[in-house]
Nanobody
Framework: QLQACGGGLVQTGGSLRLSCVVS????????AGWFRQAPGKEREIVAI????????VYSRSVRGRFTISRNKAKDTVYLQMNSLKPEDTAVYYC?????????????????WGQGTLVTVSS
């Protein structure tokens, strides 16, 4: 199970930190990521944290503003979001995968949290 939290309403330029606790899993290693879906749009990748320690992957729209991190001991993945913009408004999801498929395809992620809403007011 994945439990995401930390969403809310924030003004343009503000910050939020999302957390995703991973529990009940049977695999010790997994790639993790944050994704988002805005109203009327498809779900998109925001940031990926590969298990192997490879460098995180960010979408072009959030690079330099968002930071993904993980605490392996706590099985928690974070997304620090700074300099938020109205276009960042979306439901944010965390997801993990234990397969060896590419980290940059949404369909490869097997386990999904319930989503947390981030609203950025102008």
């Amino acid at each position: 199970q994945l439990q995401a939290c930390g969403g809310g309403l924030v003004q343009t330029g503000g910050s939020l930190r999302l957390s995703c606790v991973v529990s009940g899993r049977t695999f010790s290693a997994y790639d993790a990521g944050w994704f988002r879906q805005a109203p009327g749009k498809e779900r998109e990748i925001v940031a990926i944290m590969p298990w192997r320690g490879d460098r995180p992957v960010y979408s072009r729209s959030v690079r330099g503003r968002f930071t993904i991190s993980r605490n392996k001991a706590k099985d928690t993945v974070y997304l620090q979001m700074n300099s938020l913009k109205p276009e960042d408004t979306a439901v944010y999801y965390c997801a993990t995968k234990t397969n060896s498929a590419s980290v940059d395809r949404i369909d490869n992620y097997q386990y999904w949290g319930q989503g947390t809403l981030v609203t950025v007011s102008s």
